[in-house]
């Protein structure tokens, strides 16, 4: 029953306030939606197995980079926003944090009412997953989130976190379905009425091999499964740092951004009238749409779409987060009634800079980069939970004198 990934993060208090929350929403449904015109509902969820997609994915709505409240706010905010258009969507999202996981159960029943999927089989998974990450493995974190996100097609992940009090950390827990080949001996064609391919079913009368193989994982070390899986590690420390960020992409975006250069491109010519700023933000909400797995090695460099709750690395860009908002919600839209000439363009803002890349030399001026954000955060709306931003020092005095 191998699990997909793991990732530890820092733990972190406070809550995201309102107005950020409600941006988070606007922003995740159409990025849902893109991703499942691009890659299907099995596409989405089996990227929410990935640990360091997933961790891009909180970032670039907003949350901070690092911190373990990315657990909790993306699958709080996938669960408010996918649950009311889950029958259109073809998928569900149950469990939650505290209380609301041990919801998990009935909830799963439920879905299995509505999909014709094995609810029952469904349970059986849920409380496997967690048993493995929670009892079977004694790696000093209990679980307090855990979240199963399924099709109606039968295909699942479970998102799962742990917490260490002793050393101040979170550990996340990622299971895929597509993943569990030895969770029987054999696959099994799904319950429902129509052929949906293979599955595992979990209430087979083989299903025994399953705790098996728990007993098998009991007899390895920690240390030694993980290091076998995806394992994402962030830092303690709250600014991000030029390590943290491959510079080569983000320079290959900021280039791209540049209204004169994208202007230039035909197949950006539906995105005309964004300025650099929204582009920047765009660009990177495009990658986590249609980047390839291998694209998400470093989280951080997300957070240069829209910010932070705390001001890492800089406040969150308001203006620009709403422009985005409305470009995405736009071109999904369109896409539904098969005009999807604004989404292909914004999926080549992902292909134009990635081919960027291949001749850009980063310069070393990731600190000017961020201080310019700060500096400019006041011209985009710029929040954070300690208040709005303010122009830096000696600008105030120009807004006065200015005639504009």
């Known amino acids: 029953m191998p699990r997909c990934g793991t990732a530890d993060l820092t733990l972190h208090g406070g809550h995201v306030p309102p107005w950020l929350l409600n941006r988070m929403k606007g922003l995740a449904l159409p990025m849902v939606e893109a991703i499942i015109h691009e890659h299907g509902k099995a596409g989405f969820v089996e990227r929410m197995a990935h640990p360091f997609w997933f961790q891009s994915f909180g970032t670039v709505i907003g949350m901070d980079w690092n911190s373990s409240g990315v657990t909790t706010t993306v699958m709080n905010v996938l669960k408010q926003v996918i649950t009311p258009v889950s029958k259109q969507l073809g998928l569900y999202v149950c469990g939650g944090k ?24 469904l349970v ?3 409380k496997l997953s967690a048993k493995v990450d929670n009892t079977a493995l004694q790696d000093g974190f209990q679980l307090y989130i855990h979240n199963f996100l399924v ?3 039968g295909d699942w992940t479970v998102v799962q976190q742990g917490m260490n009090n002793k050393n101040g950390k979170a550990r996340r827990y990622h299971w895929h379905s597509r993943a569990m080949t030895n969770f029987v001996k054999e696959p099994h064609t799904a319950v429902c009425g129509d052929n949906q391919g293979n599955i595992l079913n979990l209430v087979h009368k083989e299903a025994e091999a399953t705790q098996n193989s728990i007993l098998e994982i009991t007899k390895e070390h920690p240390d030694r499964i993980a290091k076998e899986l995806p394992h994402l590690i962030v830092p303690s420390y709250h600014n991000i740092r030029a390590k943290d960020v491959d510079l080569k992409r983000m320079g290959s975006i900021l280039w791209l951004a540049q209204e004169n250069k994208t202007q230039k491109f035909e197949e950006l010519l ?39 709750k705390d001001a890492a690395p800089f406040p969150v860009p308001t203006k620009v987060y709403d422009e985005t908002i409305l470009t995405m919600k736009s071109a999904v839209e369109k896409a539904k009634i098969g005009h999807t000439d604004k989404l292909k363009a914004i999926q080549k803002l992902t292909e134009m800079s990635q081919r960027a890349e291949k001749n850009f030399v980063p310069n070393q001026n990731f600190n000017a980069l961020v201080k310019k954000e700060n500096d400019d955060s006041y011209k985009y709306g710029g929040r954070s939970v300690f208040g709005y931003a303010k122009p830096p020092k000696g600008k105030q005095l120009d807004l006065f004198n200015s005639n504009d």
């Open 270 to 308: 539906l995105l005309k009238g964004l300025g650099p700023r929204t582009l920047q933000s765009l660009a990177l909400v495009s990658e986590v749409i249609y980047g390839t797995p291998s694209r998400f090695s470093d989280p951080a460099r997300f957070a240069f779409a829209h910010g932070g």
């Open 98 to 121: 505290g209380k609301h996981s041990l919801k998990t159960p009935q909830e799963l029943i439920h879905v299995g009412m509505k999909t014709g999927l094995d609810g029952n089989a």
């Open 151 to 153: 099709t109606d097609e």
């Open 124 to 126: 059986k998974a849920s």
